[in-house]
Structures are given as structure tokens and as C-alpha cells.
């Protein structure tokens, strides 16, 4: 694969990517803010935005000029989507035609804010159903009510989606100033996948972006208030529509180190959670004989500058026995083999290079690369020079003291704390 990258005089970046002997081509638009910037400095000064400001704003950037850009994609033979996510926003399409017209259509919708009382007071109504479908999903619901559990002040504890009350209080002015502060096309990432060649699509989005100077005399930073250690509920239940009982266990920890530390540490963690809760553990198959594991179960770990947690989640009868294994898990913290290692370390590897074939995945990597400062090559070089000790010292530091247990219990059980 071809590859070019370029800093535009407006401060925006260029990812392109050429892909020769695919019909489709894929670009993406992203910017640095998501679900976890509800707090701000700027030049010395502290900002707060209501909790859902970012998902909000996404609904509504698809306006450009009083239309709809979702129908202008559609004649243009290209599908557009979003995603908000907790560090991270991004609008993309894909088109089997011509790119450069879409092209132009998204570098203008997402760089132009068009919103009113009217277009806010609709989407409110639209969000607030998003909310409820979430929030009567069994598995989100589990995962939010860990997060709630775990922490007091950072904005984990928050969904994406905001609450109910920020969601019906949102207003143009607080959407205006979200956006005046996070989007501008200085903290703008331009993602292109395409098979045609790469310096004319790299000329056109430099001769487009003439239009788009940056606003910003100076660049904002989030701001977190401090965390405590410890979690604000060492358990919590609670009671929904439900065939068998669904428990979490949460862990937290201190987050620490600089970008490349904690990849790895994300990385050699993962690699333990994957072969500890998987087939590849010998005593895998005694939890699922044992019914402790039936189809709904999974783990996973998040180490960043910001947060650091480990969660371990099933649908199962047996809550206490899934709670031990867990316990016994994290408390004696077994050793990979260097078979398990190994088997790992090549799954890894052939997920890489799949991902080159998944348009938006590799679209969305890049992004998060690109935001991160650690490109994707050097990610899965790090991933190919990890060992079995870098595995063994990364989940040896954890101290798994500061955890809680979540559970969801079919509605004639009632609810235990």
C-alpha cells in the first residue's frame, strides 16, 4: 500500500492511503473530542460543556445550508455515517463512484455549523430515544452501571449520550461554543483509503482547505478533576426484564506513563486477558462445563494516560462462582505459556493485516494513530517485539484492590446489595 501524509497550512492533517485493484474508496473527517471533553482549559481558563455535548453535535453537522447532506451524499452515490466515541469524533463516507464530489461535500459540512432552536428542539426527541434503547440494553446497561460504580468524578461515569436532563436542556449555545472550541480544522485528521492515485486527491483537499483557516490563537486542552483511588460502590444491583442474571467485575487502577508505555501496557495486558479468558486457559473449558460461562461472556482491559480499568462480564446463573474465578484470576495471576504466548502474539499479527482490508477499520486505526502520535506501523512493530516477560511484568504492577461487582437480576429475584 501506498502512503502519503501531509500538515496543511491550516493545521489539519492528510492520511491517504492508496489501495490499488479495489473499486471503493473511503475518506474520513475526525477530530480530537468525544464523550470525555465535558471539561476544558483555554489559555488559563477552566470551560465546562453539558455531558452529551459531542454525540449532539454529531447529529446535528449533517445540516449544511438548511439541507440535509445525507440526501446530497446519496445523489452522489456515496453512504455517509459518524460515530462519537470517548476521545474521538468522525464523520465518513464511502462511494464506489467519483470521490472527489462527496470529498468536497464533508470537508464543507463538517467545517460549517448550521444549527438553530428548531433543528436542537428535534434532535432532542431523536437523542432522548437513543438514550432509553441504550439504556434498556442489557449488556450497556451492565457496563454503564461498572462505569458508575468505578468512578466518582471522571467522565467514564458519564455515557456518551449524556443524561436525560443535559440531553433536554442542550441549546445552540452551548452546541456553538462546543464546536468554536473543539473543531476546528487545526485539530482536523482527513482519513482517504481510495484506489486512485494519491498526490491529485492530496492537491485537492490542500486547494479545498484554503477556505477553512484555523480560528484558534491557541489550542485547548481537556481537563480531568482528580480521581480518587477507590470506587464510589464496591457493588451494586439492580433489577430488569431478564432470563438469567448478568455480572460485571470492574477494576480500576491509576493510570500512568506516556503514550508509547501505556500501548504496551495495553497491548501485554490484553494478551494475558486473552489467553486467561479463552479457550487457550486449560481450565476454560471446566468453567463452561461447570455452566459458570454459558454464550454471553467476555474481558477487557483499557490502559491510557486518562484511565486504566479491567473488566470481567457474563450472563450466568452462577454469579458467585463466576465471581471467584475471577478473584482467583487477578489475585494469583497465572503465567502464559510460551505456547499460549505464542498462538497470542500470531493472532495479533493476522489481525493487523486483515485490517488492511476492512476500509473503515483500518480508517478508524489511522485515526486513532494519528491522535495518539504513535503511527500504525510502529504499533504493530511494538506488537511483534513484545515477550512473554513485558506480559509478565505489565500484569505483575496491577493492583486489582480497587474493584466492584455489578449484577442484573431477573425481576422475581428482586435486588441484593
Same mark, same amino acid.
Given at each position: ?110 467545517q460549517t455549523l448550521d444549527v438553530d432552536e428548531a433543528s436542537v428542539e428535534k434532535e432532542k426527541g431523536i437523542i432522548l430515544s437513543e438514550y432509553d434503547m441504550y439504556d434498556q440494553n442489557l449488556e450497556s446497561r451492565l457496563l454503564q452501571e461498572t462505569m458508575n460504580s468505578l468512578y466518582h468524578v471522571y467522565p467514564l461515569n458519564t455515557d456518551i449520550l449524556g443524561t436525560p436532563g443535559d440531553i433536554q436542556g442542550m441549546t445552540v449555545e452551548d452546541l456553538t461554543k462546543f464546536y468554536n472550541t473543539w473543531y476546528d480544522p487545526s485539530r482536523m485528521v482527513i482519513i482517504g483509503i481510495t484506489p486512485r492515485p494519491l498526490e491529485p486527491v492530496l492537491a485537492f483537499i490542500e486547494a479545498h482547505e ?103 462480564? #457474563?450472563?450466568?446463573?452462577?454469579? /458467585?462462582?463466576? +465471581? %471467584?474465578? !475471577?478473584?482467583? *484470576? ?5 503465567? @502464559? ?45 511494538? #506488537?511483534?517485539?513484545?515477550?512473554? /516477560?513485558?506480559? +509478565? %511484568?505489565? !500484569?505483575?504492577? *496491577? ?5 466492584? @461487582? ?12
Open positions: 500500500m501506498k502512503r502519503i501524509e501531509k500538515r496543511l497550512s491550516n493545521g489539519a492533517r492528510v492520511v491517504l492511503i492508496q489501495k490499488p485493484g479495489f473499486s471503493r474508496s473511503l475518506f474520513l473527517a475526525g477530530f480530537e473530542t468525544g464523550g470525555l471533553y465535558l471539561q476544558g482549559t483555554l489559555e488559563g481558563k477552566r470551560f465546562q460543556a453539558p455531558s452529551g455535548a459531542a454525540h449532539f453535535l454529531e447529529h446535528q453537522m449533517f445540516r449544511l445550508n438548511g439541507r440535509d447532506v445525507t440526501d446530497d451524499m446519496a445523489a452522489m452515490q456515496a453512504s455517509t455515517n459518524a460515530y462519537t466515541a470517548f476521545e474521538e469524533t468522525a464523520y465518513y463516507f464511502s462511494t464506489t463512484a467519483d470521490p472527489l464530489p462527496p470529498l468536497s461535500l464533508l470537508l464543507d459540512f463538517v484554503q477556505k477553512y483557516p484555523s480560528r484558534l490563537a491557541a489550542q485547548p486542552s481537556v481537563w480531568f478533576d482528580p480521581e480518587p483511588a477507590a470506587p464510589v460502590r464496591s457493588a451494586h444491583s439492580l433489577v430488569m426484564e431478564v432470563s438469567r442474571p448478568y455480572v460485571c467485575i470492574g477494576f480500576k487502577f491509576r493510570p500512568e506513563g506516556d503514550v508509547r508505555q501505556n500501548l504496551k501496557k495495553d497491548l501485554a495486558v490484553n494478551f494475558w486477558i486473552d489467553g486467561m479468558f479463552s479457550s487457550l486457559n486449560p481450565a476454560f473449558q471446566d468453567w463452561v462445563d461447570a455452566r459458570i460461562l454459558t454464550q454471553v461472556y467476555g474481558a477487557e482491559g483499557e490502559f491510557s494516560q486518562h484511565d486504566a480499568y479491567m473488566l470481567f462480564y #457474563a450472563q450466568t446463573d452462577k454469579t /458467585e462462582a463466576f +465471581r %471467584d474465578l !475471577v478473584m482467583d *484470576l487477578v489475585l494469583t495471576k497465572p503465567q @502464559l505459556s510460551e505456547t499460549t504466548f505464542e498462538i497470542l502474539k500470531r493472532q495479533n499479527l493476522a489481525r493487523s493485516l486483515r485490517l488492511s482490508d476492512s476500509f473503515q477499520g483500518l480508517a478508524q486505526k489511522e485515526l486513532e494513530a494519528a491522535f495518539d502520535g504513535v503511527s500504525l506501523e510502529e504499533q504493530t512493530e511494538m #506488537a511483534r517485539r513484545i515477550t512473554l /516477560e513485558d506480559v +509478565r %511484568d505489565a !500484569v505483575n504492577s *496491577l493492583n486489582f484492590e480497587n474493584c466492584t @461487582l455489578t449484577t442484573i437480576l431477573p425481576r422475581e429475584r428482586g435486588v441484593m446489595e
